[in-house]
């Protein structure tokens, strides 16, 4: 079963969608909150293991540091600050954001567009990644919920529609709406079809922001577009998308890293 995502425009907000999740009996375990704030200088304090990274968070069920003092009233449990490339500094609070990061509850230092490359066993597809590191750029927060099966998938989407959430899906209409113009001049200008081709461009586009593709060319990326899109992969439209969705990757994480300079 996928997870149920809301978008909240605070942590206050998400706070409130956490409380209307659990008054519909959600267990605690089942939800987990990421949220963008912690400083560097705390995620580079917490101290690592000889196989993880500096900085991408190292702790073994308990709280990270004072930064987790941000996380106060949600009563989730368990958190691992962390750097996710392209985003910045990030908390993740509760035990189902901690299987997110590793395995058996241990938070494996490693960045959300890492952990999930596959789709994984928690349900977090890996298509999803990028749009909620978009949300997380845009200093939004994540309520995530972990639902047992469809009925609990249809409560979570009502308790956080009471909540004022805005849904993954929502998001990620909104993001395409925003950029299909840009898009469809492109592609008109390579002499084809963007009315036709859309839905086949779009997909390609996505799979250029799967985590598994970062930094890679087509080709280096074919065996994994083979596997999951074996109908599309070899298509103009789809090839055209998926060029196109590496661009905008490259893009959005430069733009902020010179934001990040620029303030620094």
């Known amino acids: 079963m996928d997870t149920i995502v809301g978008v909240f425009r605070s942590i206050e907000a998400a706070r409130g969608g956490v ?3 659990t008054s519909a009996g959600f267990r605690k375990r089942q939800l987990s909150v990421l ?14 293991s000889d196989t993880e990274q500096p900085g991408m968070g190292g702790a073994m069920g308990g ?3 004072a930064a987790l003092g941000m996380a106060g009233g949600f009563e989730l449990g368990a958190g691992v600050a ?3 490339p392209g985003v910045g500094p990030v908390l993740a609070i509760g035990i189902a954001g901690a299987a997110l990061f590793g395995v058996g509850g241990a938070f494996g230092g490693t960045a959300l567009g ?16 990028f749009f909620y590191e978009d949300a997380l750029r845009q200093g939004r927060s994540l309520v995530i919920v972990m639902p047992k099966n469809a009925a609990e998938a249809e409560k979570a989407r009502k308790a956080l529609a009471l909540a004022e ?21 492109h592609y008109r200008a390579l002499g084809e079809n963007f009315a036709k081709d859309q839905d086949t461009y779009r997909e390609g586009f996505i799979a250029g ?7 890679k060319t087509l080709a280096e990326a074919e065996e994994c577009l083979r596997n999951v899109y074996p109908d599309l992969w070899d298509t103009k439209p789809f090839r055209a ?10 893009r959005v994480e430069a733009d902020a890293a010179r934001s990040k300079y620029l303030v620094g």
């Open 114 to 129: 890492e952990a999930a490359e596959q789709d994984s066993t928690v349900g977090v597809p890996a298509d999803e990644v």
């Open 209 to 215: 922001l799967r985590p598994e593709c970062r930094g």
């Open 82 to 84: 962390l750097l996710i």
């Open 63 to 65: 709280v990270v540091g």
């Open 165 to 185: 959430a805005e849904s993954l899906d929502a998001a990620r209409e909104a993001w395409w709406i925003g950029l299909r113009d840009a898009e469809e001049e």
């Open 19 to 21: 409380s209307q999740l």
């Open 35 to 48: 949220f963008p704030g912690a400083s560097e200088e705390e995620i580079h304090s917490i101290p690592t």
């Open 241 to 250: 998308g998926f060029e196109r969705g590496l661009a905008h990757r490259q």
